[in-house]
């Protein structure tokens, strides 16, 4: 994968940098961090997600941002480089289709709000139908049930983590369910020892 600064961090957004004090800085933090794949912790992070961010940009230059979703591990790592997931019926307007056939570049946000951390990939994206998707990559998938209907394939060029500060600090609605049910739980058995405890000395004392 490429250095994240050399692909993102060129004409004004370098002289910008370079007045501000910051060019230099930043050039030798990605240097450091740079990978030539996806580590363990990154495909974690990615196949733990239930939904992301993906932009791409109109044959006039206008940048579109859409939501992806679907249940924990619909998006894949499916090679050191390369990450993919199903596409469901949406609402039959097909810009990110049509857009990245004219041009391919990407670029993706993976939020995980509760612990407040953000993947940022730049990649080229291939978004085919079902029928015409590699079968190589679509056997990773479970199709049969879904409302699947295409492929979206990113080849990853570059990513970097960013920093937690103002990402708001959300709970998933399952994991606080799941907290609750167990603290209900443990409050229902502490009541019925209480209660049976109430009732033995009662009974003594009778």
């Known amino acids: 994968m490429e250095d994240y600064s050399n692909l993102m961090f060129r004409g004004q957004v370098a002289e910008i940098q370079k007045a501000e004090g910051f060019y230099d800085r930043h050039k030798a933090s990605y240097q450091r961090r740079t990978q030539s794949a996806l580590n363990p912790d990154d495909v974690a992070f990615i196949q733990s997600r239930q939904s992301i961010y993906i932009a791409s940009v109109s044959p006039d230059g206008w940048p579109y941002v859409q939501h992806r979703g679907g249940p924990t591990g619909f998006l894949k790592a499916i090679g050191p480089t390369r990450i993919a997931c199903l596409d469901y ?19 993706l946000f993976l939020m995980d709000y509760m612990r407040r951390a953000r993947m940022k ?86």
């Open 121 to 206: 990939i730049q990649g080229r994206a291939n978004l085919v139908r079902l029928a015409d998707a590699d079968p190589d990559v679509l056997k990773h998938f479970p199709t049969e049930g879904t409302p699947a209907e295409r492929l979206l394939v990113v080849d990853v060029v570059a990513m970097d983590w960013n920093c937690p500060k103002y990402i708001p600090s959300f709970v998933p609605v399952d994991v606080a369910n799941a907290a609750t049910e167990s603290y209900a739980a443990e409050l229902q058995a502490e009541n019925d020892a209480l209660k049976a405890k109430l009732a033995e000395l009662e009974a003594g004392s009778g």
């Open 89 to 107: 019926v949406g609402n039959r307007q097909f810009l990110t289709m049509g857009h990245v056939a004219e041009d391919p570049r990407v670029s």
